[in-house]
């Protein structure tokens, strides 16, 4: 049985894949980038996104995260070549500065990715712990496994499907998801030490998520034969296809109040989580140690590593749309060959609409209320080197988890090598990334200074410096407590909030006092008692009598001679 309808110019490739033409077809984009932040010390909250058990052993004794958000798209099939840079004088976006890529690829991937990190904190509960609360909104629309030739016609339409050799022969190298999702997440992170500081030291985290879907949907492909007849006509011959939306006129309903997507309107709910170790080899962890108030304490202001380890799973859980007024899901009956054509001339008015046009143009073979679509499941491992001082050399592998025919978001699979410059409050970042399963090479940038954080992991498209396939960036403002050692002001190891003299040197003993100079009491002498170093006095000797001296012999007058 044959079902002839009239087809405009392209009207039913855009019917069949809403939204191709905006994803285009590029690599998905990964679910959360920011690589010039994730792998910081300093990066607070936003480390926990990358690995959870990151918030142990930070630098902060408290983070505030006032807001942030950032953006990417990624294309394989499409690339912007442009004649003059942005800036430049006389610069115009030209339809000739959008070509196809030159690429042997059979399938096309997409990904359009938008987040907006809503203010979050993180709390460290002494020197082993430390909890984050979170939230977060996130959107996706991506396409996964578009070929090459349904691409094309989606972008030039029908009517160039004779140029393009398309027209008069059956096309089924088609398998693909197309899927567009939006939902609110709300997270809890605990994360400890295992062990002291010592030379091999262990932390781990996990991370809680209650997820509110804000809508969503998905065209999954299993196998379509199809066949451009004409400009105007095309002919399903056989149909492994099936859908799943939510209302898309809700939020242009009168009266209508986002809040009631928490309560009493909610399309979707869902629960999600993450776990991560970290490892960190510490050769000279007792030099990062200092002595006060009689004990030795490891100094948490400073970095202790020469290499980190991590190893994290991101976003492992599901989101669940369902409800009889809001959502729909159908499979394509696969019972007869239908030609298609001026499907521009249709038009859904409610969500119910789109269900009976369905049926009443190709038919159905299920139909329900609620459909499941999975969070951006990752592996991420991460290494970390301190070159000496400030500098570091960070590396990260991001491996996505979810299958290809896997209805849900996607991370990108990457590699990268980041090195940067760090300090307490100012940190430069060069991201050196290669994306699209490691075949592209692009540059990014991060910088913060003090509570801003500005950054990019595709530079070149960002700027235009380079032929652009994609764009990419994130910024942020943040406020934070870094940990201090206690203060002692005169540096005799007893800080000041037991030190009871402060101004003077002392020791833990004498709680910060100095040692009392002992002097010797002097005994008390008895009434009848002689001074000392004298005799008594029966037994002191008189005296003796002074005697007047002797006189000297008169001289004798000699006798006169006879």
């Given amino acids: 049985m044959i079902l002839h309808v009239t087809l405009s110019r392209g009207a039913a490739l855009a019917w069949l894949l809403p939204g191709l033409l905006v994803v285009g077809a590029g690599r ?79 399938t096309q991937d997409a990904s359009l990715t938008a987040e907006v990190r809503l203010p979050s904190l993180l709390v460290a509960l002494g020197p082993r712990s430390a909890v984050a609360l979170t939230s977060r909104v996130r959107g996706f629309v991506q396409a996964t496994g578009v070929s090459t030739a349904l691409a094309q016609l989606a972008r030039y339409g029908l009517g160039d499907a004779f140029k393009l050799g398309l027209a008069n022969k059956v096309l089924d190298d088609n398998r693909f998801v197309l899927n567009v999702n939006s939902y609110h997440e709300f997270a809890a992170t605990y994360a400890r030490t295992f062990t002291p500081t010592t030379t091999h ?65 909610q399309l979707g709910r869902g629960y999600g989580a993450d776990l991560g170790v970290t490892y960190e080899w510490r050769p000279e962890s007792e030099s990062y140690t200092y002595d ?71 038919g159905l073979s299920s139909a329900g209320r609620e459909f499941t679509t999975y969070l951006p499941a990752a592996l991420r491992l991460t290494a970390d080197y301190r070159l000496g001082g400030p500098l570091y050399a960070g590396l990260l592998w991001t491996q996505n988890l979810l299958p290809a025919r896997t209805i849900g978001s996607r991370t990108l699979s990457l590699l990268a090598l980041t090195p940067r410059a760090e300090f307490s ?103 009848d008692a002689a001074p000392a170093g004298t005799m008594p006095a029966e037994t002191v000797p008189a005296a003796p009598a002074e005697t007047p001296p002797t006189p000297a012999p008169a001289e004798s007058t000699p006798a006169p001679r006879p």
């Fill in 28 to 106: 998905p984009a990964a679910a959360q980038g920011w690589l010039g932040i994730s792998q910081s010390n300093y990066g607070g909250t936003n480390s926990a996104y990358l690995n959870p058990s990151a918030i142990a052993d930070s630098r902060y004794r408290a983070y505030l995260n006032l807001g942030a958000a950032g953006g990417n798209f990624n294309n394989t099939y499409l690339q912007l070549d442009l004649d003059k840079r942005p800036w430049e004088n006389g610069f115009s976006l030209k339809k000739e500065n959008l070509n196809e890529q030159h690429n042997s690829r059979a």
């Fill in 201 to 265: 030291f262990f932390k781990g985290g996990l991370t809680l998520k209650y997820l509110v879907g804000l809508g969503g949907g998905y065209v999954q492909n299993e196998g379509t034969r199809y066949q451009v007849l004409d400009k105007n006509t095309i002919e399903l011959q056989t149909r492994q296809l099936s859908y799943g939306l939510t209302d898309y006129k809700l939020y242009g309903e009168s009266g209508f109040r986002v809040g009631s997507l928490y309560g009493s309107q």
């Fill in 292 to 362: 006060l108030d009689g004990a030795t304490h490891p100094d948490d202001t400073r970095n202790k590593y020469r290499l980190r380890l991590g190893a994290a799973l991101t976003d492992l859980g599901a989101l669940r749309y369902s409800g009889d007024q809001r959502v729909r899901q159908g499979q394509l009956a696969n019972a007869k060959t239908v030609q298609l054509a001026q499907l521009d001339t249709l038009q859904f008015k409610t969500l119910q609409s789109v269900e009976n046009t369905v049926q009443r143009l190709v």
């Fill in 425 to 527: 409050k100012f940190e430069l970042a060069v991201p050196l990334v290669l994306a699209d399963n490691y075949r592209r090479f692009q540059v990014g940038a991060m910088v913060r200074v003090g509570p801003l954080v500005l950054g990019s992991d595709n530079l070149g498209g960002l700027l235009g410096i380079t032929t652009a396939t994609g764009a990419d960036v994130y910024f942020g403002l943040a406020l934070a407590l870094r940990r201090h050692r206690p203060k002692d002001r005169d540096g005799d190891g007893v800080s000041d909030r037991y030190d009871k003299c402060p101004k003077q040197k002392g020791s833990w003993a004498t709680r910060g006092c100095p040692l009392p100079v002992l002097i010797p009491a002097e005994a008390p002498t008895p009434p």
